[in-house]
């Protein structure tokens, strides 16, 4: 084993060990359960980051061990891995600070902590999984672990969701594996550094490769929320809000995506797909559930659920980018990974301190809300502006280039869907803004001028962290360190400059 | 060390620890751990003797067959050996808490049930196969009877005579062949065996009793009450052992026999009733009420993955590597799943899912043994189930029978079904009806060790596989 390998090992153990020490603590044990949980996710993020420099000079970590005659679990710190591991690295960070503020006082927070650092364990073996049985295995993990955060309430509602979540998420499981174990049968190991290794199957047996696209895809598509597989999401909306956030931005949905990225690029190749006319299904796919999400956002009044149903759209705006097979498209899709995580999860947090604070849950109970929490509001408010696509907001920038990919592209009536979508977002989103800031409380409260005085700074510093970070790294798009310019990387790597 | 005969001590010192246990009642702990520790060694003594040398065959008072009796051990044979210490050890730890007086015929019996089946594992013609099967059944049966209250010994009747009738079947079958081939030497008959029909009776008689013994869907009729009904020690070895002895005989025997005798339609068959038993023990597994029948339902839908081999077994390693990872595996969890179950017991004085408030809150260990085995009786990586899931999901798809292949995935999503039932019913918030007695914790712990052992034979498969190998 390499050092390399051991630095990639050290980034899954930061979350593992803490999740399984945190287990065994002493529910009153508030202090040292949250030093081992910030330190646990701060190491992780420096370990995270020094990898991303590593790559930058050109340098790929990789860790393998044998596990069944001819399969090795790889570990491997490539461009794309790097980069759905910083952002799940940062945003679990903020999302555990949260969360200590959120659950102060509420009864099984080791359990919850427990499983929380678990949920954060799969998800990095999922960024940095090197091939696609290892990126299965944790994939599968992710289901266990989250599991028990959706269902933490203990109402029978959350039992209830906890059913369909796992209905869902394994049979999109059994699915993905069918398609896993099909494919190695037909050319081996698949890692994702062998992009060529199915041209010999297609020469073949073209439609199998068909078949097995296809069943990938559905498996994957479950978690990512594709049109028909999506239910499960906006009823696992009972969860915490702390879960509910991680799950949206970073943890379950992204394992989806991020799938459908790898199997698109690492797996089968942008030539190969084309070849075998697989981009305008998985296009169309994507562009239904765009505007199916954006429609049922506009007719739900509970807030979780409206951004719930706006997670469905937006992570499918991941999927039309990458095919669209050309790379502007894969530009758009893949800074949009990064952009809709760090919009999601302030949108998430901020609903959450609604709810703990005022017991507001609903969009019709928003009126007044500015003036009563200015700086939850105001982050709240920069998101969603983002989430419309207003320049210089990140999410601008991804339906920029995600519209420029569609007009290159084949088909440009994509960039229509954009474009509907857009307005689609702006009608849901903007009769919020206007009833929090612009019409006034039904019943007169006291406002809040400085930050400390709306919330917890644990609630709201997390929040106002990411919302910054959304105007933040729109203003400096073009800086070495900005989501975009690593998605432009990847994709001058991928078709070439 | 290499020379040692260790695989003589293999049966020797279990079934020298049944007699002083026997003899010896006041010190039966004693004895009994001090057994499995030099069973122990003898298993992997013997382990490392076949990885270093190949298979290994022992005329026992150095009398060649056909008039002594031969030793024969392979890969296969050690890791069924090393399955039987793996449970067998933390098996009698947790005894040790459980058994509250010292004097106990379980001691005895317990160890007597070790020597046959590691006799049986190391059998190496088909009349001492008969024997030490007997011997286990005779054995497995008094240990059932052992709880003493009624529906334990209507279990253990019931048990008794399906065991009977199994062995009865097989012994026809060991006579119609000694009849036409006059040998009872395995490795003999392998080579002259051909298919006549006195031959084709012969094999399905010995083929049929195995099955019952083995419990195969829709033979399980007496597997559920006497596994459930059964101390929790006794059950962790019934379910996870003594279905496996006769399962193994009947691998051993496809194995020789194969491909002389195997006609298309009988690995169908099996493969066909293992789907049956996936699907019908699951579903009951899902409806059953107490806790210890879902986990013995679980048992017979389990036993139905080793069966989905058979028909892939023509192809090559893959299934064979399946198979065995299926028992391994099993063994493990069910063990731990049966162990858990009693601490269960011992807590709450009974087992109505329903009524098992504050499960979590009070056998926290306990429950995570639960999800653990059940992460890889569902066959969810990186468990030893998972391993096994995928061997089989390959060797299905190298040879185009996808048929199989959807029943593993069914048989996935359905046991998640019933091991979910238990974390569901843990997760829950409800305060404690009454107070639940202590539970020692060396039951809880042995139980979560086999559980966490059952999911990290996932993660070292490639040397158990590399064992396997040994002598094929």
């Known amino acids: ?497 | 060390m290499s020379e040692l005969p260790w695989i003589v001590w293999v049966v020797l010192t279990p079934l020298a620890g049944a007699l002083l246990a026997f003899l010896w009642p006041a010190q039966g702990v004693r004895v009994a751990l001090l057994a499995g520790l030099g069973t122990g060694v003898a298993v992997l003594g013997l382990s490392l003797q076949l990885a270093q040398l190949g298979a290994q065959r022992y005329a026992v008072g150095a009398w060649d067959p056909p008039l002594g009796i031969s030793l024969y051990a392979d890969g296969l044979t050690a890791v069924m050996l090393l399955m039987t210490l793996l449970v067998f050890a933390p098996t009698l730890v947790y005894a040790r808490a459980y058994f509250k007086q010292t004097a106990h015929l379980f001691w005895s019996l317990g160890l007597f049930l070790w020597a046959a089946l590691n006799a049986l594992f190391l059998s190496g013609d088909v009349f001492n196969l008969y024997v030490t099967l007997e011997l286990l059944g005779l054995s497995a049966v008094a240990l059932t009877a052992l709880g003493g209250q009624s529906q334990a010994l209507v279990a253990a009747y019931r048990y008794l005579l399906a065991s009977l009738l199994g062995s009865l079947s097989y012994l026809l079958g060991v006579g119609l062949l000694y009849a036409e081939y006059a040998t009872l030497d395995l490795q003999t008959l392998g080579q002259v065996i051909g298919l006549d029909p006195a031959s084709a009776v012969a094999l399905a008689l010995m083929a049929t009793g195995m099955l019952l013994k083995t419990a195969l869907f829709p033979l399980h009729f007496w597997l559920p009450p006497a596994h459930a009904s059964a101390a929790a020690p006794v059950s962790a070895l019934l379910s996870g052992l003594v279905v496996k002895g006769s399962l193994y005989l009947l691998l051993r025997l496809w194995l020789e026999f194969f491909p002389e005798t195997t006609v298309p339609a009988s690995s169908l068959i099996l493969g066909l009733l293992g789907a049956g038993a996936v699907v019908w023990g699951s579903w009951q597994a899902i409806r059953a009420r107490r806790l210890k029948f879902l986990v013995a339902y679980s048992t017979v839908a389990q036993l139905g993955y080793p069966f989905l081999a058979f028909p892939l077994l023509a192809a090559g390693w893959d299934a064979l590597a399946a198979l065995v990872y299926f028992m391994l595996s099993h063994a493990a969890a069910k063990a731990a799943m049966f162990l858990a179950a009693g601490s269960v017991l011992r807590a709450f004085g009974q087992d109505r899912l329903a009524e098992l408030h504050g499960l979590l809150r009070v056998l926290p260990l306990s429950v995570a043994a639960f999800i653990l085995a059940g992460i890889s009786l569902i066959g969810l990586p990186p468990s030893g189930g998972f391993v096994a899931k995928w061997l089989l999901l390959e060797a299905a798809f190298a040879t185009g029978q996808w048929g199989w292949a959807l029943v593993t995935l069914l048989g996935t999503l359905l046991a998640a079904g019933y091991v979910f039932r238990i974390l569901t019913r843990a997760l829950e918030d409800t305060t404690l009806s009454d107070r639940p007695s202590p539970v020692p914790r060396s039951m809880e712990l042995t139980a979560l060790l086999l559980a966490v052992a059952s999911l990290l034979l996932g993660l070292v498969a490639l040397p158990v596989l590399g064992l396997l190998e040994v002598g094929r």
Not at chain 1, 246 to 273: E, I, M, Q, S
């Open chain 1, 1 to 497: 084993m390499n050092e390399g390998g051991l630095v990639l090992l050290a980034i899954l153990l930061t979350s593992l060990v803490p999740g399984l020490v945190i287990f065994f603590l002493a529910e009153a044990s508030v202090l040292l359960r949250t030093v081992i949980n910030l330190a646990g996710a701060v190491l992780k993020l420096l370990l995270v980051l020094w990898t991303m420099h590593q790559v930058g000079q050109g340098v790929i970590y990789e860790l393998r061990w044998p596990f069944l005659p001819g399969l090795d679990l790889v570990l491997r710190a490539d461009h794309l891995a790097v980069f759905f591991g910083l952002l799940s690295a940062g945003l679990w960070l903020l999302t555990t600070l949260y969360a200590v503020g959120y659950l102060e006082g509420s009864p099984n927070r080791s359990r919850f902590f427990g499983f929380f650092s678990l949920c954060v364990f799969s998800t990095t073996g999922i960024a940095f999984a090197g091939n696609l049985h290892t990126f299965f295995i944790f994939y599968e993990l992710l289901t266990i672990t989250t599991y028990p955060l959706v269902v933490h309430r203990g109402t029978a509602a959350a039992f209830q969701a906890g059913r369909i979540y796992l209905a869902y998420t394994l049979g999109g499981g059994a699915v993905l594996l069918l398609g896993v174990v099909w494919l190695s049968v037909l050319a081996g190991p698949v890692d994702f550094t062998q992009v060529g290794i199915l041209e010999a199957v297609y020469t073949q047996q073209p439609s199998t490769l068909v078949l097995v696209f296809a069943l990938l895809v559905a498996g994957l598509g479950v978690k990512a929320a594709l049109f028909l597989l999506h239910s499960w999401l906006p009823i696992a909306m009972v969860a915490p809000a702390p879960v509910s956030a991680l799950l949206h931005a970073v943890a379950v949905v992204k394992a989806g995506a991020f799938g459908v990225v790898r199997v698109v690029y690492d797996v089968y190749g942008v030539g190969l797909l084309a070849r075998l006319e697989l981009d305008l299904p998985l296009a169309l796919w994507a562009a239904m559930t765009i505007l199916y999400g954006s429609l049922m956002a506009l007719r739900q009044d509970d807030l979780k659920r409206r951004l719930a149903y706006s997670t469905v759209s937006q992570i499918s705006y991941i999927v039309l980018g990458v095919a669209l097979l050309g790379p502007l498209g894969t530009v758009g899709g893949l800074a949009h990974l990064v952009h809709q995580g760090l919009m999601k999860i302030t949108m998430f947090m901020c609903a959450g301190i609604f709810s703990e604070v005022h017991n507001v849950k609903k969009v019709s109970q928003m009126a007044g809300m500015g003036r009563r929490m200015p700086w939850t509001m105001a982050a709240f408010s920069l998101t969603a502006l983002g989430m419309i696509g207003l320049p210089p907001l990140v999410g601008f920038y991804s339906k920029w280039y995600l519209a420029l990919g569609a007009l290159e592209s084949p088909y440009p009536a994509f960039a229509l869907v954009l474009l509907a979508s857009s307005l689609l977002n702006a009608a849901y989103f903007l009769p919020i803004l206007y009833a929090a800031w612009f019409v006034a409380p039904s019943a007169e409260l006291p406002r809040a001028s400085r930050p400390g005085q709306e919330t917890s700074w644990m609630l709201l510093l997390p929040p106002m962290v990411t919302s910054l970070l959304v105007l933040g790294m729109g203003l400096l798009a073009a800086s070495p360190f900005s989501p975009l310019v690593w998605a432009i990387r990847f994709a001058q790597g991928e078709h070439g400059p």
